[in-house]
């Protein structure tokens, strides 16, 4: 017999929370327990606007019916259908939806759970799609600093944020970086920055001192969003493309902010002009309701694959979960209402007034950089001397109380609320952000 004590309801101990201040969030909790549209609804009934889209993936905000009535037939209909050997229409009709969407040339779709294994699968299909042409030497990664791609080995191995990566251990052998995109000069540019496309020009360094021939791939977020919205200067992601296509190495565009007309297009592949060799994804492909992520390939690398006996395995890879069917179904009605509602456009639409009202708060207290693209945009704060992130937090748990969802990432407040925004909520946000920003110390 246990003689563990059963834990009271709502007892906060067991639930060891995920990229979280456990100690403080225990001390004092904010819960949510409804949503809808614009809001969250907290325990103790206030009203909060999401300037989020939750974690950067209700794009269609909350509670939309069409979503809410799939996922509900779906569980009575076709719970789940093993994933191995086996197939459920939904996954083969949202993988054609989103080839639909998604930029020319890229013609087929690898499921996974989460964008932290989208990354996963991708930085593993590059590696075998060299070996399976016979070209077995390109195993090497390189990755970017400050990028994130979510918290698996691969991921943090080729991502750039060192508080990720330094608990770690050793990581993945073989991986190199690339610098930064951000560059004090560009500090409040609205939109993509003038300065930096010749930070592309350290991947001709970093190729010529490992050989183009050990190389597998190239992952990028094209428009970096955890690390604080890095928006990619002009001209920079073009010459990634025109060097790793040189060089025969895959470009792989982490597309999980990006994806599902977070930058005002479907992708961020589209908006920038340049297209990968795949693209990852998540988040808004589900409008972040069931979780699912996916890896977008061109035909030359799923046909890479597809040689040797028709009964054996091309792809030894894959998840139990890897196209679930409430996922498809979720999926499904997500790309119907971003349709129906023309959100991608509408992201695109709001864009100007969206920049005007963040940089309006040029000039508020502690403010050193103010950048945006799409609907997303960042505030970048001057750190506490002796305790970064103590600003920044602060302004997140006022921002709570004052009835509005804002994000931080060191001292920067991202804010990426969902595409169905009114100007009058963007005035809200705005404002109330001003006001938490003016009282900080
Ligand atoms: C670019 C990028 N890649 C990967 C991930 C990881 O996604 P997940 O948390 O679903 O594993 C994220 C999450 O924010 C992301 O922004």
């Not at 698996?152 to 060192?162: A, L, P, Y």
């Not at 190389?215 to 992601?237: D, F, H, Q, R």
């Not at 565009?253 to 693209?279: K, L, W």
């Not at 799409?374 to 600003?391: D, F, N, Y």
Request: net charge negative; charged share 20%.
């Amino acid at each position: 017999m246990s003689n563990r004590t059963t834990p009271a309801p709502n007892d906060l101990r067991a639930f060891w929370m995920p990229f979280t201040a456990n100690r403080q969030f225990k001390k004092s909790p904010r819960m949510f327990v409804a949503a809808e549209g614009m809001h969250y609804t907290t325990v103790d009934g206030r009203q909060v606007l999401d300037g989020t889209a939750g974690l950067w993936c209700c794009n269609a905000g909350h509670k939309r019916p069409k979503i809410v009535e799939a996922i509900q037939s779906q569980a009575a209909e076709l719970d789940y259908a093993p994933a191995f050997q086996m197939g459920h229409p939904k996954a083969f009709e949202l993988a054609n939806r989103v080839i639909d969407i998604a930029p020319e040339g890229m013609e087929h779709v690898f499921y996974a759970n989460s964008g932290s294994e989208a990354v996963e699968s991708a930085l593993k299909i590059a590696i075998a799609y060299h070996r399976a042409r016979g070209d077995a030497g390109r195993t090497r990664l390189i990755g970017r600093e400050r990028g994130y791609h979510g918290v698996n080995f691969g991921g943090i191995s080729v991502g750039g944020i060192v508080a990720n990566r330094k608990h770690f251990g050793s990581l993945l052998n073989g991986v190199d970086h690339m610098p930064h995109t951000h560059l004090p000069e560009n500090a409040f540019s609205k939109g993509q920055p003038e300065h930096g496309a010749h930070l592309a020009d350290e991947l001709e360094r970093i190729v010529a001192l490992h050989d183009p021939s050990t190389i597998a791939a190239v992952i990028v977020e094209p428009m970096a969003g955890s690390t604080g919205v890095l928006i990619p200067p002009k001209g920079y992601l073009q010459k990634l493309r025109e060097i790793t296509r040189r060089h025969g190495i895959l470009l792989i565009f982490d597309e999980v902010i990006t994806g599902f007309g977070r930058v005002g297009a479907a992708f961020g592949s589209q908006r920038y002009g340049v297209v990968p060799d795949m693209i990852t994804c998540a988040k808004g492909l589900t409008n972040g309701v069931i979780p699912m992520g996916a890896v977008i390939a061109t035909a030359d690398i799923h046909d890479a694959f597809m040689t040797g006996p028709e009964n054996m395995i091309e792809l030894f890879h894959g998840y139990t979960y890897s196209g679930n069917p409430m996922a498809c179904a979720a999926g499904l009605a997500t790309l119907e209402t971003y349709s129906e509602e023309g959100l991608f456009q509408r992201a695109s639409d709001l864009g100007d007034y969206w920049q005007e009202a963040l940089h309006a708060l040029k000039g508020l207290p502690h403010m050193i950089d103010i950048r945006n693209d799409g609907l997303i945009g960042a505030v970048e704060l001057e750190p506490i001397e002796g305790a970064p992130t103590k600003r920044a937090f602060q302004a997140f748990l006022d921002a709570y109380e004052a009835g509005i969802l804002i994000r931080t990432t060191g001292d920067i407040i991202a804010l990426s609320p969902p595409l169905i925004i009114e100007k009058a909520q963007i005035d809200e946000l705005i404002g109330k952000l001003a006001d938490v920003l003016r009282k900080l110390a």
